[in-house]
């Protein structure tokens, strides 16, 4: 059975909310899952599993989410050729249109460059996230099935 680990960066809750209802679709879909918060997890400990998900929302004017600040830094060193990864969190488009949900898309690239393949289009959640429950089963689904 195919590994994963879905690390999250939080401060309000909404990116740990889509983290369980991810880890239930990873689940659903066959895969061993582990979670954890990013502030508790060392960089080095993603390459121990097949499947790499990022989850985390963005601060300030487009920046990553601040526990997440010091392992995306650490990350420069981090190889994950071989392994699989996607990215979710959740954003504000309205209020900040210009750097809507960038802490996904900074988190993609530097996976990119860690060498991880990208098996889905990156998750990103505009507002309430209790309204997208559907919407992350169905990704977590669409990465199991990737795998
Ligand atoms: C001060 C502040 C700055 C924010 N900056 C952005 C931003 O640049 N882009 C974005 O998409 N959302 C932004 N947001 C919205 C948050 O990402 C959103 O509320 C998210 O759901 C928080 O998730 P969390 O509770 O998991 O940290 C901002 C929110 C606040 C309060």
């Known amino acids: 059975m195919a ?7 939080s401060t309000t809750g909404n990116t740990e909310f889509l983290a369980e209802v ?6 659903e879909g066959g895969l061993e899952v582990v979670t954890k ?3 508790e997890t060392k960089v080095s400990e993603v390459a121990n599993y097949d499947v790499v998900v990022l989850g985390c929302s963005t601060w300030g ?3 990553l989410q601040d526990d997440f600040i010091d392992f995306y830094e650490k990350m420069k060193d981090l ?9 979710f ?11 809507f949900c960038k802490a996904v898309d900074l988190l993609k690239e530097k996976l990119k460059k860690c060498g991880a393949e990208i098996v ?14 559907e919407d992350a089963n169905a990704w977590a689904l669409r990465i199991a099935k990737s795998i």
């Open 61 to 63: 004017e487009g920046e």
């Open 79 to 87: 190889s994950l050729a071989g392994k699989k990864a996607a990215v």
């Open 37 to 39: 918060n990013v502030s």
């Open 120 to 133: 889905a289009e990156s998750f990103k959640i505009d507002g309430e996230v209790e309204k997208a429950i």
């Open 3 to 9: 590994k994963a680990i879905v690390v999250y960066g």
């Open 22 to 27: 991810i880890v239930s679709g990873l689940k």
């Open 89 to 99: 969190g959740p954003g504000d488009k309205e209020s900040y249109p210009d750097t």
